[in-house]
């Protein structure tokens, strides 16, 4: 299913960029075109076919088989356009592997950010330096030095950092400046506008650091930690519409440079800008139990998963060690009023945990993630990867903690992952995200009084379908409850036909004074979420007064044959309710509904 989505969104956007020329592989496509649009052919010229038209054999002709192409890039643009208009105006720190700078990805991924940015999209770039670093030293004789997770950076790996930190640098400078090719906006109208289409990249010295020193006997010589990100700079540099690369060198008080860890820049860069997304971009997947890609995961699921890992690997047990202390840190000591007062960023708690980024000072008040407190992402476990992707997942779990509110982690291997990442329900890579389902859990018996509670009075305008507490107890294990503060602001139900493959939606409801907080967009998502857990591929649901919520969110109207026979039984007609479906599982690209919108 990747690599089909992968191939219609690499389609779309060369055909975007393209400008609509026609394919050097198809010399008929630009003499042969038949517009179609809104689904209709327009009426074609005198002496070309349209509707039905097929070649001598049977075979599909050429101007058919365009307009079907034409239809599909059509149908997957105005599909894509909640998440175009929902991104604009975000701004993503993009983490970029060492493994995936040095290959041959690279240029794919840039050119997708370029795109991204024209859609009005702001970008922080962190491109990974140790492929380089340890392959420029191997090429003069030197072995790279790492202890635990972090590089030993003596004076030939310093000269060796800088070499591959201003290479890529500038690798990604011009990679960025020229823009989309001219001569496929030609037809467009060549105009002093084409020529300013470019993107403007900006670099500079946006990050401050401090030695990393002696560690347990250890001299980890010019390795440094983040201590500060030029934030009101980079700010200004996105406000003018550029493109902001921030080298993972860093520049002490004492005036020397230092090599600090990429991910750990790129949390640094995430918590004190307040990005909407952090991005790892890397060179596989993360995989559940089952072998299958792992979509979504919700922090509390990231921080269990790596919390089973902690005996195998050295970052998890780290992971754990770091938010446990924290968490004991957090009731010793409470943040203090001067705190805000010099500027604390990205500071949020979840169970006593706190992550923080204090600019001018650095991670954890100063003390950083180093010594046995660290899971930077690096050392032998990384690069053998023993242990899969799990140094992500433990910067990812981190930076949420923090208050990023998603980071994603995606395979740049795969052509056209960001743009399948960001404009599609589903994504390709793994998002963990905070705060989605907080509250969110099945129903109780004692959550019965506050169900009651919050739909009576739709039961009393007529909206909901009057039940009785014998009734509401005999459904309490379809139930799915918000609970806030201990009381209980929104609920859902979900009843399955598992014969059908099908779910029923019911009871969705949320308290007055919650009302317009997206709890019923969260309410929803969880709900579909525990459909597809249970193997169903569709949802339905009897509405009279609320179809317009439920089809803005991709129900479609149907006929009552298209619910369980089991279900059409206990209908009752004299209501007049009307009946939406949704179909759950992901289509192809080309014929993607806009099921559900669901930011990612």
């Known amino acids: 299913m990747a ?35 809104a689904g209709r052919r327009r009426r074609p010229a005198a002496g070309v076919r349209c509707g039905g038209a097929r070649a001598p054999g049977g075979g599909v002709l050429p101007e058919e088989a365009e307009a079907e192409e034409g239809g599909r890039f059509v149908g997957w643009f105005r599909e894509a356009w909640p998440y175009i208009r929902g991104h604009r105006g975000s701004t993503f720190v993009v983490v970029v592997s060492g493994e995936v700078v040095a290959g041959p990805h690279l240029d794919g991924i840039l050119q997708d950010i370029s795109l991204l940015h024209g859609l009005g999209i702001k970008f922080v770039l962190v491109p990974g330096t140790h492929v380089q670093i340890d392959k420029l030293l191997a090429e003069r004789g030197k072995k790279a030095k ?7 950076t003596d004076s030939d790996s310093l000269e060796a950092a800088m070499e591959a930190a201003g290479r890529i640098r500038l690798t990604i400078e011009a990679k960025l400046s020229p823009g989309p090719p001219m001569l496929n906006l030609r037809r467009h109208g060549v105009n002093g506008r084409w020529h300013e289409i470019a993107d403007n990249v900006a670099s500079g010295n946006f990050l401050g650091a401090k030695r990393r020193g002696v560690v347990g006997g250890i001299d980890y010589g010019f390795t440094g930690e983040v201590k500060k990100i030029d934030v009101s700079r980079i700010r200004e540099r996105l406000d003018r519409d550029s493109i902001v690369v921030v080298s993972n060198m860093g520049y002490s008080s004492a005036g020397e440079v230092l090599n600090c860890n990429t991910y750990e820049v790129a949390t640094a860069c995430a918590l004190a800008i307040e990005a909407d997304k952090l991005i790892c971009i890397v060179d596989g997947q993360i995989f559940d139990e089952h072998g299958r890609v792992n979509r979504f995961m919700s922090i509390e699921e990231a921080d269990m998963l790596i919390r089973t890992r902690a005996k195998q690997s050295e970052i998890a047990a780290n992971y754990v060690k770091v938010v446990d202390e924290e968490d004991i840190n957090h009731v010793r000591n409470l943040p203090m009023k001067q705190d805000s007062e010099h500027g604390l960023n990205g500071r949020s708690h979840m169970n006593g945990y706190t992550a923080s980024f204090r600019n001018g000072v650095g991670f954890n008040n100063g003390n950083g993630l180093s010594g046995e407190q660290g899971f930077a992402i690096g050392g032998e476990e990384r690069l053998s990867r023993s242990n899969g ?64 509670k919050i739909i009576h009075p739709l039961e009393e305008s ?30 859902a139900a979900l009843f399955p036909y598992p014969e059908d493959k099908s779910g029923e939606v019911a009871a969705i409801a949320v308290s007055e004074e919650c009302r317009g907080q997206g709890q019923g967009d969260k309410l929803l998502d969880y709900v579909e979420k525990k459909a597809l857990s249970l193997g169903l591929e569709k949802l339905f649901l009897l509405t009279t007064r609320t179809a317009d919520w439920f089809v803005r969110r991709g129900f479609k109207e149907c006929s009552i044959e298209s619910l369980p026979a089991v279900r059409r039984k206990r209908i009752d007609l004299s209501r007049g309710s009307k009946y939406y479906m949704k179909r759950l599982q992901a289509a192809e690209i080309g014929h993607m509904a806009v099921n559900g919108f669901a930011m990612r």
């Open 462 to 491: 007529g909206v909901l379908v009057r039940r009785t507490d014998k009734e509401l107890l005999e459904a309490l294990t379809s139930f799915i409850v918000v609970e806030r503060d201990g009381s209980i602001i929104a609920c």
């Open 389 to 452: 992707y799990l140094s992500e997942l433990a910067a990812a779990a981190y930076v949420c903690h923090g208050g990023v509110q998603r980071v994603h982690i995606v395979d740049g291997t795969v052509g056209g992952s960001l743009l399948l990442e960001l404009f599609t329900r589903d994504g390709v890579g793994t998002m963990i995200a905070r705060g989605m389902y907080e509250g969110t859990r099945m129903a109780r018996e004692e959550d019965l009084s506050g169900i009651r």
């Open 146 to 152: 790492y202890a635990g997770r972090y590089r030993i």
């Open 3 to 37: 690599a089909s989505l992968a191939a219609a969104s690499a389609s779309a956007s060369a055909r975007f960029v393209a400008g609509g020329e026609a394919s050097p592989a198809r010399p008929w496509a630009a003499a042969a075109r038949v517009p179609c649009v």
